[in-house]
């Protein structure tokens, strides 16, 4: 059994200035304005659309991001409805297969300490889980009736397509401090990088 950190990665490439020049032009239609547009002017126009509530211009760019978690964090991603999912399937992944190492892989509770007693709890439950998956795919279940027993601490691998409305939607909700521990954590690690990558846009988003 593999044990491992989640992670995320944003699949596109693009200039995060670009990005913010284009909404702006887009937003600026509204209010017949284009002619005000300068080199600076798309920082102050799109906090100005931030600030007024008017997220709807923020609708005009879509980027993709492949999160790396486990299952339990995946089914709270997918809850978000206006976005495009691809994921890793439990019913046709064999994890007894030389591609998955022949072995299940899971994700490390961010909650847990390794060394005290409720770590060891979590790993002796996964490693029970890995064993009973391997025995029921030995006594000639298909994979996806073996799944039954796989921990939601499964890892699985997650590919995300949402605009910057849904993305920032997104991200509030997942790194308030009502958010699970560990979707808090994946969320804050797209949130750190995204603070990076495009200028202004998630600025006025905490996280942690």
């Known amino acids: 059994m593999k044990i491992i950190k989640p992670s995320v990665e944003i699949v596109d490439v693009f200039d995060g200035q670009d990005v913010i020049k284009k909404l702006e032009r887009c937003g600026r239609v509204c209010y017949k304005s284009e002619h005000k547009m300068n080199d600076a002017s798309h920082y102050k126009f799109i906090q100005n659309i931030i600030n007024r509530g008017h997220e709807s211009v923020l609708e005009h760019f879509s980027f993709t991001v492949k999160f790396i978690c486990d299952r339990g964090v995946s089914h709270e991603i997918v809850r978000h409805r206006i976005a495009s999912y691809s994921q890793e399937s439990t019913r046709y992944c064999n994890y007894s297969k030389n591609d998955f190492g022949s ?53 699985t691998e997650l590919v995300m397509t949402a605009n910057i409305r849904e993305w920032r939607h997104f991200l509030k909700l997942r790194t308030s401090p009502a958010a699970h521990p560990q979707m808090k954590e994946v969320a804050g690690l797209l949130l750190k990088e995204l603070k990076v990558k495009i200028p202004v846009v998630f600025d006025d988003i905490g996280g942690e």
């Open 103 to 155: 072995e299940i892989t899971v994700i490390e509770p961010c909650f847990l300490v390794p060394g005290t007693e409720g770590y060891d709890m979590w790993y002796n439950a996964c490693s029970s889980a890995e064993d009973s998956y391997f025995m029921m795919l030995n006594w000639g279940c298909s994979p996806q009736e073996a799944r039954a027993v796989l921990p939601n601490s499964l890892k």
